[in-house]
């Protein structure tokens, strides 16, 4: 989580507002001004939530504003990312020029730009820290260049545009239907800012991914295979396995569905719910080990999900493997 004016922000935060000061100060961390530009009654709604060294944002409003402000003033530099929500966005304009069409906007957070909007507004907006975007940069040898200036990428259908915004609403609508514990544990929450940064900066990335040669290729995914292999007991994520082999997720995925006709996360998520399988089936002669304690060790924060992609892969609920291995473990009463 976040440390934000010498607190910890809660996990989850949802408000609706009725006024655009109220609006504006509704931001934890953030110091906005939003200038009102349309009649009307304002109407809008905040969405808040953190994770490792990221908060993720969803702002909407129904009238036309202007907007500035800067992010985190009291804690690390930061870089965000807005992207809009609904299709076929309006005009907007971003210090002093038009934009139009589906965006990705990557700004710095110690200076927002000035943003006009000329009607309503529905836009997720994701401050990272710097650090881990650099970090990141280095790690899977990305070219980006974090400017000072904002920079502003077309956005076109994509897997990486699809998946983070399946992700971003999947946690959003997890935090309201449920208490949200899971996601406020450490290996989840890494996990989550690590896939949703990752996905951010392919969007972000207008080459595509080298053309590689079959043997180059084949070379690649042995080299992630071994480093998953060698990492024991506990599979690791796909944000880890880009990072080890310096390749970004768009190379990776290219890669090993030319060599081996299926994608990373789907290969990864395979070697995940095996390793549950294997220790639901260890301990069930402990009784305090729970179905929810596996899962989340092993990265499954959305437990619904997971059950079924457990019951699809084994033919049978994490509950009912649990309960199976507890009743072979208990002792023969003919053989005490």
């Avoid at 996601?183 to 990335?205: C, F, G, H, Q």
Wanted: hydrophobic letters at 35%; charged letters at 25%; one cysteine or more.
């Amino acid at each position: 989580m976040l440390v934000s004016g010498g607190e910890i922000a809660a996990t989850f935060k949802r408000r609706p507002t009725h006024d655009i000061e109220e609006h504006a100060a509704g931001l934890a961390g953030w110091q906005m001004q939003y200038d009102q530009m349309s009649p009307g009654r304002f109407r809008g709604s905040l969405t808040q939530f953190w994770l490792d060294g990221l908060q993720v944002v969803r702002d909407e409003s129904n009238l036309a504003m202007v907007k500035r402000g800067c992010v985190w003033r009291d804690g690390p530099d930061a870089t965000v990312f807005s992207l809009p929500q609904q299709a076929n966005v309006d005009d907007f304009y971003l210090g002093g020029r038009a934009i139009n069409g589906d965006y990705l906007l990557v700004t710095q957070g110690r200076c927002l730009p000035e943003l006009r909007t000329t009607s309503s507004l529905d836009v997720v907006s994701i401050a990272v820290d710097t650090s881990l975007v650099r970090k990141m940069l280095v790690d899977q040898s990305r070219g980006m260049e974090i400017s000072t200036d904002p920079l502003c990428f077309r956005l076109a259908r994509s897997s990486a545009l699809a998946e983070f915004k399946a992700l971003t609403n999947s946690v959003m609508r997890y935090s309201v239907t449920s208490d949200g514990s899971s996601l406020s544990r450490p290996e989840v929450s890494k996990n989550i800012s690590e896939m949703m940064l990752m996905l951010l900066l392919d969007l972000a990335n207008r080459e595509e991914p080298e053309r590689l040669q079959p043997h180059a290729r084949r070379r690649v995914v042995d080299r992630a295979c071994d480093y998953v292999l060698a990492s024991g007991e506990r599979p690791p994520s796909v944000v880890e396995v880009c990072n080890a082999v310096g390749a970004s997720r768009r190379k990776l995925q290219y890669c090993f569905q030319e060599a081996l006709g299926i994608n990373p996360l789907t290969y990864l998520r395979s070697l995940r719910l095996n390793a549950v399988h294997r220790e639901l089936l260890r301990c069930g002669g402990r009784e305090s080990e729970t179905v929810h304690d596996v899962a989340w060790k092993w990265g499954f924060w959305h437990l619904g999900r997971f059950a079924g992609e457990y019951r699809q892969l084994f033919g049978e609920l994490p509950s009912e493997t649990l309960r199976r291995a507890r009743s072979d473990s208990l002792p023969d009463p003919g053989n005490p």
